[in-house]
């Protein structure tokens, strides 16, 4: 037996393997003889069939399970020779077997990746930052009435404007025919939402009540239903009636009834807070984020194709999946993930790579999920899905998911590790509506932590 490996990456080994004929034919013979012992053919009892007979009927199946054995035995030989630790099975890139030849064949070897972790302490991040201000608390607030406002019939006599609310009738042709659901009646909208086609709600705009329009619009290239993709529609609109919004007062009954609270200044108050507690998680978010980045910048290897893989479908359906639930046409989907294949590609990897270079630091500062943690976590998703907590614990531990949430603590306590020890500078970032000044560009946190003592 003659066995070579090859290197082709630092986590990769091809095993080139060539077993000589005389060793195949001993073990083609074995092989029959297991057969024989089964073998069921007609005309004689089980396992009493002659073995020419049973050469005959079942050569190919005999040659297929020696070269099974002798492939198995021989990739174990050349890991166990070449002191090589698998990551999951070796696979067969190419096989040949002919009689009185030796089998040849090669199989690819993938391997736990080996790198130097960088140095993490003292790390100097970014995070983004911004002060919630008043006009997006009067924002929310406004949000909330307009919520519970009342549309109000309009008996003036004026013509529809953008913020009013319309109750229309429209039909809708296309080369003199009518589109299938385009005839509507009663129709309510909101204007300045954007809720109809585009350029729809400019048509309207300045419109009469019992007044009729007709007019034309182009449907855009990604809509949905692909009978109108691309296609230009005729309208005949009709305006029913016109109505305006009638905001509820801002005043201590409006908070009662939307709140717990007594008066605006509370309601005022606890929806600042909310929106402050929200403004630092996305902060931290955006943190974690710019950690992750860092170290895998820092620490670039080799990673397990076959990782890559398993990770780059999974992101190639969710991106999927996110772009239909957008209205994207399903046709469409396939060109949009294609073009960005090889960005997926490479987020993959660097997904992979992170994975690594966690457990590697969790592994150097002793830093373990424990089994409460883990068990807490189940009986929180349990609660929220309405699930059995042994049943899901069960159906965690059989599909691998308790691993993931195993990763996940780790991960968090990591991270929390890492960013007390980092040197974080605070970019401001400008707050919806409001300019940036220059002075609020950065602001120091904290001084990097010292390092530790090798």
């Known amino acids: 037996m003659k066995i070579n490996v090859e290197e082709t990456s630092s986590v990769e080994r091809k095993l080139n393997v060539e077993i000589p004929w005389d060793q195949v034919k001993e073990e083609i013979d074995r092989a029959l003889v297991q057969i024989q012992k089964r073998a069921d053919l007609k005309g004689f009892r089980k396992g009493k069939a002659p073995m020419e007979m049973v050469r005959q009927v079942f050569a190919e199946d005999a040659r297929q399970e020696a070269v099974n054995n002798l492939v198995s035995v021989a990739t174990r030989k050349a890991l166990d020779e070449n002191n090589l630790d698998p990551l999951g099975n070796p696979y067969l890139t190419d096989v040949k077997s002919e009689d009185e030849e030796p089998l040849i064949f090669e199989a690819m070897v993938e391997l736990m990746p080996e790198f130097e972790l960088a140095d993490y302490e003292g790390l100097k991040l970014e995070k983004p930052v911004s002060k919630v201000t008043e006009k997006e608390v009067s924002h929310f607030i406004d949000s909330m009435r307009e919520r519970r406002a009342?549309?109000?019939?309009?008996?003036?006599?004026?013509?529809?404007?953008?913020?009013?609310?319309?109750?229309?009738?429209?039909?809708?042709?296309?080369?003199?025919?009518?589109?299938?659901?385009?005839?509507?009646?009663?129709?309510?909208?909101?204007?300045?939402?954007?809720?109809?086609?585009?350029?729809f709600e400019e048509q309207i705009v300045g419109m009469k009540p019992d007044q009729n329009r007709t007019f034309d619009l182009?449907?855009?290239?990604?809509?949905?239903?692909q009978e109108l993709a691309g296609q230009t529609v005729s309208f005949e609109v009709t305006l029913k009636q016109i109505k305006e919004l009638k905001l509820p007062d801002l005043d201590?009954?409006?908070?009662?009834?939307?709140?717990?609270?007594?008066?605006?200044?509370?309601?005022?108050?606890?929806?600042?807070?909310?929106?402050?507690?929200?403004?630092?998680?996305?902060?931290?978010?955006?943190?974690?984020?710019?950690?992750?980045?860092?170290?895998?910048?820092?620490?670039?290897?080799?990673?397990?194709?076959?990782?890559?893989?398993?990770?780059?479908?999974?992101?190639?359906?969710?991106?999927?999946?996110?772009?239909?639930?957008?209205?994207?046409?399903?046709?469409?989907?396939?060109?949009?993930?294609?073009?960005?294949?090889?960005?997926?590609?490479?987020?993959?990897?660097?997904?992979?790579?992170?994975?690594?270079?966690?457990?590697?630091?969790?592994?150097?500062?002793?830093?373990?999920?424990t089994r409460e943690q883990v068990e807490d976590l189940i009986r929180e998703a349990a609660l929220r899905t309405g699930k059995d907590f042994d049943d899901l614990q069960k159906k965690y531990t059989e599909d691998g998911t308790i691993r993931d949430v195993a990763f996940g603590i780790v991960r968090e306590e990591v991270f929390k590790l890492l960013i007390g020890k980092a040197d974080i500078k605070e970019v401001k970032v400008k707050p919806e509506g409001e300019t940036e000044s220059k002075k609020d560009k950065v602001k120091p946190k904290k001084k990097a932590a010292k390092k530790k003592k090798s």
């Open 252 to 369: 201590d009954e409006f908070a009662k009834s939307v709140s717990e609270h007594e008066t605006v200044k509370d309601l005022t108050d606890m929806i600042r807070q909310d929106l402050e507690k929200l403004r630092e998680e996305e902060s931290e978010k955006a943190l974690k984020g710019n950690l992750s980045a860092k170290l895998v910048e820092d620490n670039q290897f080799d990673v397990p194709p076959s990782l890559v893989d398993s990770e780059l479908r999974y992101l190639i359906q969710e991106y999927g999946e996110n772009l239909v639930r957008s209205g994207m046409p399903s046709e469409k989907v396939k060109d949009v993930i294609l073009e960005h294949e090889d960005h997926m590609k490479t987020t993959a990897a660097d997904h992979v790579r992170l994975v690594y270079v966690i457990n590697n630091i969790a592994d150097a500062e002793k830093i373990q999920a």
């Open 150 to 199: 009342e549309a109000v019939p309009v008996f003036e006599d004026r013509t529809l404007k953008g913020d009013d609310v319309a109750e229309i009738d429209f039909k809708g042709s296309r080369g003199g025919e009518p589109v299938a659901g385009m005839d509507v009646s009663n129709y309510i909208v909101r204007l300045g939402r954007s809720e109809l086609l585009p350029g």
């Open 218 to 225: 182009p449907f855009p290239e990604e809509f949905p239903n």
